[in-house]
């Protein structure tokens, strides 16, 4: 493989999302997002919910993702999530109404409640997807 | 001789047998479709686990984890998967013999056994022989991740708590729709993989630190295995079904054939003794 391109793939348990040759790729991390350029030092981190973009030549491309990892070694990135979509695969209706239906929970929820959190992901995984559809 | 009437009855009743299981056989077929493109898609997502949790294991002590930890067996889980629904050849009773042979040679050792059920079969199965479970599931024949989460989260938190010193599976393997191999895995405790002697690991930067990765990603890898183990069991028992009832539908055919046979026999040899009544009720006119 040429040394300035990254091998990136995409695997959730369910299936391979994504396998494509990409120049740049960048991840929300759990501690913040970070870049990978071609060469990077072997990494290992957790993703968080949210939007993983990849750039080939000039065109920007994004990802929704959930939970997992990524790999990086100096010319390829394994991303495993529990999730991933890409964004014509979204089903906007099913999102809309993931996102009402965790935001009127939340409201009868306190902060207290051991489902709060769990309906607040749920929240963040619904607008992680309806945001990626309008970019 | 076969009452005519008798006859006709059973030919009817093969037939419809025989379409009730070309039926099943063809459903079979197009969930063995289905349940096969499952295993191939869910295998990147599995090996890759695997290759990372290698790559992160060979670095730690063994103690670092408590999932890594090897124990003395002596009290130990065995998890049977099979399918919620029968006719499928063999498939059940397969996976049942050898949790029985893994019984048996355990239980000789005189550990203490627990048992875990997925599926319908092996809970009748067992229940019958008044064991007791500590994870009762049904098997609906559609894999789900936060099934197998959901599993695995309660096998580790027994291994843990030390009720369990190692965790076994006894499922079937897909190989093809023609070849099931019936296996009994160890689940847990976690085999890290040993690098070959001029392999040498990676050095990789972690974010966050080594051990709360480590912690996140070892349960992952059990759920994970567990997924896969839940599919291939799946992808067996309709691949299982699929042959069981073709030999069904070819049988029936055979049957059929036969008692058309039988059934022209019978008629023939009717017609002849009315044929013979007749004639010699004519001759003893004259």
């Known amino acids: 493989m040429e040394s300035d391109k990254i091998l990136l793939e995409i695997a959730s348990p369910y299936r391979q999302v994504l396998k494509v040759e990409v120049d740049e790729v960048i991840a929300p991390g759990e501690e913040g997002q970070f870049g990978v350029l071609p060469g990077h030092t072997p990494f290992l981190a957790t993703i968080n919910v949210g939007q993983l973009m990849y750039r080939q030549g000039n065109q920007l491309k994004y990802v929704a993702v959930s939970h997992g990892y990524a ?14 979509e890409l964004p014509h ?40 997807r309806i945001s990626i559809t309008k970019i | 001789m076969a009452n005519l009437k008798d006859i006709r009855k059973r030919i009817s009743s093969v037939k419809s047998t025989q379409q009730i299981t070309k039926a099943m056989q063809m459903v079979a077929a197009s969930k063995l479709k289905k349940a096969q493109d499952s295993v191939v898609q869910a295998r990147p997502y599995a090996a890759k686990m695997s290759d990372v949790l290698a790559s992160l294991a060979v670095r730690v002590k063994p103690g670092k984890h408590p999932l890594l930890e090897r124990r003395d067996e002596k009290k130990i889980e065995l998890m049977v998967i099979t399918s919620d629904r029968g006719l499928c050849g063999g498939f059940n009773a397969n996976v049942i013999k050898a949790a029985e042979s893994f019984l048996r040679k355990k239980g000789d050792a005189s550990e203490e056994i627990v048992l875990s059920v997925i599926g319908r079969k092996a809970r009748d199965y067992y229940k019958r022989r008044d064991w007791e479970f500590k994870t009762e599931e049904l098997n609906p024949g559609k894999a789900d991740f936060s099934q197998a989460e959901s599993i695995g989260r309660t096998v580790i938190d027994r291994y843990v708590e030390g009720e369990t010193d190692a965790v076994y599976v006894a499922f079937t393997e897909f190989k093809s729709a023609m070849t099931q191999n019936i296996v009994v895995k160890r689940l847990l405790p976690l085999e890290p993989k040993v690098l070959a002697e001029d392999e040498v690991p990676v050095e990789y930067l972690y974010e966050p630190s080594e051990d709360a990765l480590l912690a996140d990603i070892i349960p992952r890898y059990i759920y994970t295995q567990v997924f896969s183990m839940l599919l291939e069991s799946i992808a067996s028992e309709h691949g299982s079904r699929m042959t069981a009832m073709d030999s069904a539908t070819k049988n029936a055919t055979e049957m059929t054939a036969k008692l058309t046979l039988l059934y022209n026999r019978a008629r023939q040899a009717a017609i002849t003794t009315e044929l013979m009544e007749i004639v010699s009720g004519a001759e003893a006119l004259n």
């Open chain 1, 71 to 84: 790999e990086v070694e100096y010319h390829r990135v394994i991303v495993l999530l529990d999730a991933a």
């Open chain 1, 89 to 128: 695969e979204i089903d906007l209706d099913r999102a809309e109404k993931a996102r009402l239906r965790a935001e009127g929970r939340l409201a009868e929820l306190s902060h207290e409640d051991r489902d709060y959190y769990e309906e607040l992901a749920a929240l963040d995984r619904a607008m992680n």
